[in-house]
């Protein structure tokens, strides 16, 4: 069986493994999930469901020397990594007047000049964007609401004031760099208010006053821009109900709540309940604006991921918008306070590599749909992990429909084309794929191994035209498995991929 730490060396002979012409194949489903549109000063990129990261360390720690690696070992900017895993918002959080901290990124150089200039790169490439106002000089979250030192002397009606011309300013200029964010939040975990002690919870007509001012500054502005109230602890449904209860008795306006997830796999069948009954509750639409899972358990991060998709994608009515992973660029090191949550190993001084996590956000099923990520290669071999002993190069055929993962004729290939699948439901499984191939390779499986079963294959048969391959009653009670195919095939011989499914029975 393949390595799970590899250096896929062919890859570096292909510019793209994003491969077009699958015959006469089963097409490919495609989505779209982006819209572009213009108003008078700007363009926007909106997206329908939000696969989100919020990288707001990211300029710094390319500042000092950091760059980023996918799994194939290629270095590339780090929204670009994103951008090929499925992510297509980016969340910017941004305080008032931040200090960056000696030693430490702290809050960083998050201020209106820097968040801007992230959200900029970021809409260039057409990433939706979402705006997280602290309202602070530094962490707002349940424990942590102090007033900006600029507005330490104002009364509550003078906060108000405050509170407006400070979003109507970033909001002015965000737009003028060219940039409408789909998002703003308005706070951050404010399960006990904002501002404190002013618009403290205990103050709720004032909390909800001060929200307000905000509120109406972002719609005056962009009335497109969707508001998010944003709080911690999604899995304490009766804390949640509480505080949205207290924000509407008091007039509170908002358009999309808001959650912080850091519960950890397992907890599917929880926040998904929730998710449902506060979408229902309070009619609007749900979003995990905060999530991340221990680095240093790569699986159980992917399968954490994977679950808070799965949560969102269920809320009825399309009213689940979203799950953004929380600096999944992060290295657990001094300079980020040993932040343990990213998605990123660091194999070499100031190199990170990004884990199987962020692989997940180009899992397009659902519990009980297809688990496999892009299962028709439609982000190249994104999600896909390849071990190989004799590099060989990626064809491109011409015409066709769809995708497909094609190894070119022309080269010797023997190696395994892999994923790992995470959050699998026990049950019996299927694991199918369609292929096209000359035959004659000295090897030549579709295989799956369930953790803890053993390893199961079929071998590929010569087809020249589209032919599905099954294994049926694959038994997984672990959670986990890794399927894939496994080819050793000489030059001159062929094999296609598409629509690889692996689908409880």
Request: one cysteine or more; aromatic letters at 8%.
């Amino acid at each position: 069986m393949p390595l799970r730490i590899f250096r896929a060396c062919f890859l570096c002979l292909s510019a793209a493994a994003l491969l077009a012409g699958c015959g006469a194949g089963p097409a490919a489903s495609t989505t779209t999930t982006t819209t572009t549109t213009t108003t008078t000063s700007s363009t926007s990129t909106t997206v329908a469901v939000a696969r989100g990261a919020d990288v707001s360390w990211s300029t710094q720690l390319a500042a000092l020397g950091y760059s980023w690696e996918d799994q194939t070992q290629t270095t590339l900017p780090v929204l670009q990594i994103l951008k090929n895993h499925g992510v297509n918002l980016i969340r910017i959080r941004t305080f008032v007047n931040p200090t960056i901290m000696a030693g430490s990124l702290g809050v960083g150089d998050m201020d209106q000049t820097g968040s801007i200039a992230l959200a900029k790169a970021a809409s260039a490439m057409r990433f939706a964007i979402l705006i997280d106002f602290h309202l602070s000089d530094t962490w707002a979250d349940p424990g942590h609401q102090a007033i900006p030192a600029a507005w330490a002397n104002d009364d509550y009606s003078q906060l108000q004031t405050s509170v407006s011309n400070y979003v109507t300013g970033f909001m002015q200029a965000l737009l003028a760099a060219g940039v409408t964010p789909q998002y703003v939040q308005m706070g951050n975990e404010i399960n006990s208010g904002l501002l404190w002690p002013i618009g403290e919870y205990t103050n709720s007509a004032q909390m909800a006053g001060l929200l307000n001012a905000g509120y109406s500054a972002v719609k005056a502005v962009s009335p497109s821009t969707q508001v998010i109230i944003h709080l911690a602890n999604l899995s304490n449904l009766s804390d949640l109900e509480w505080f949205f209860d207290l924000l509407q008795t008091n007039g509170g306006k908002w358009d999309v709540s808001g959650f912080s997830y850091y519960d950890g796999p397992g907890t599917l069948s929880t926040i998904t309940a929730n998710l449902q009954t506060l979408a229902a509750r309070y009619d609007k639409p749900v979003m995990i604006c905060e999530m991340g899972y221990m680095e240093s358990d790569f699986m159980d991060s992917a399968d954490d991921v994977k679950t808070a998709i799965e949560a969102v994608a269920a809320v009825p009515n399309g009213m689940g918008v979203g799950v953004i992973y929380w600096e999944p660029d992060a290295p657990d090191n001094a300079t980020t306070d040993n932040y343990s949550m990213g998605a990123v190993s660091e194999p070499a001084t100031d190199l990170l590599q990004f884990n199987t996590a962020i692989d997940q956000f180009l899992f397009t099923g659902s519990a009980t749909g297809n688990q496999i990520l892009d299962p028709d290669f439609a982000s190249g071999t994104n999600g896909w992990q390849i071990t190989t002993t004799t590099p060989a190069a990626i064809a491109t055929p011409a015409g066709g429909q769809g995708t497909m993962l094609s190894l070119a004729q022309k080269a010797a290939f023997n190696g395994s084309i892999w994923q790992d699948v995470t959050g699998l439901p026990s049950g019996a499984y299927t694991l199918s794929a369609w292929i096209e191939s000359s035959g004659g390779q000295a090897t030549a499986q579709l295989f799956v191994d369930p953790t803890g079963a053993g390893n199961l294959t079929v071998n590929l048969p010569a087809a020249s035209s589209w032919t599905e391959v099954q294994i049926p009653n694959i038994p997984i009670a672990q959670a986990t498995a890794q399927v894939g195919f496994t080819i050793n095939a000489g030059a001159g011989q062929w094999v296609n991929l598409e629509s690889v499914s692996l689908t409880k029975n």
